[in-house]
């Protein structure tokens, strides 16, 4: 069984950081694209970032800059350092698999950014 579960979320003043964290369990980690994606109240899901088995990474412009994706293959896990959070990044932020046409995806955490 496919397993996703993020964390590290919560409320932040602007300007502030937090970092988010997936574990994954139940497929070849180390094979998966790997992405964060976040949807706010309102408005459509949309991609974060990404990150490939070999570490290439790609950032929408509305974070490029200010978050940077990793992953730690031997432990399952991609995280997300987010800088300099503006109120726009509040949102709920889940995590997800991409292989083979296949996705599964993390039930998110919320990210909440105001003074």
């Known amino acids: 069984q496919v397993q996703l579960v993020e964390s590290g979320g919560g409320l932040v003043q602007p300007g502030g950081s937090l970092t988010l964290s997936c574990a994954a369990s139940?497929?070849?980690?180390?094979?998966?694209?790997m992405g964060w994606y976040r949807q706010a109240p309102g408005k459509q899901r949309e991609l974060v970032a990404t990150?490939?088995?070999?570490?290439?990474?790609y950032y929408a412009n509305s974070v490029k800059g200010r978050f940077t994706i990793s992953r730690d293959n031997p432990k399952n896990t991609v995280s997300l350092q987010m800088n300099s959070l503006k109120p726009e990044d509040t949102a709920v932020y889940s995590c997800?698999?991409?292989?083979?046409?296949?996705?599964?995806w993390g039930q998110g955490t919320q990210v909440t950014v105001s003074s």
């Open positions: 997800a698999a991409h292989r083979s046409g296949v996705s599964y």
């Open positions: 139940g497929i070849i980690f180390s094979v998966s694209n």
């Open positions: 990150i490939t088995p070999g570490s290439s990474t």
